[in-house]
């Protein structure tokens, strides 16, 4: 492989994930601070696998039992005590009953 195919082949690998993180910090911005929620917070957010770009959209939090809607994208998740994307998910999430 010649190098500037490589270089291009590494850059690449290493963009992809950091756009991702990007993306995924931006939607945390819009609701909460991620970079000062408290230990216990984030432990509880990694107990129950938070995300804050939900993989599956049919288990948006928009669309889980334990949420709250307020500001436009936003609401409280009643697991976690604190606010979260309205487009984000977990583990413990819980469809919304009719
Ligand atoms: S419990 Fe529901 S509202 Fe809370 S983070 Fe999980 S999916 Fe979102």
Redesign the pocket.
Known sequence: MNPSRRSFLTLAATAVPLAALGASSAWAAVCYDPATLPLSQKNRRRS?G?MDVAADPA???AG????TAAEEGC?K????NAA?NAG???????PRGK
Not at 77 to 80: A, G, I, T
């Open positions: 129950i938070y288990r948006r939090c889980c039992a334990f949420f609401g998740c009643l697991m976690l979260v984000a998910s977990c583990g413990s999430f819980a």
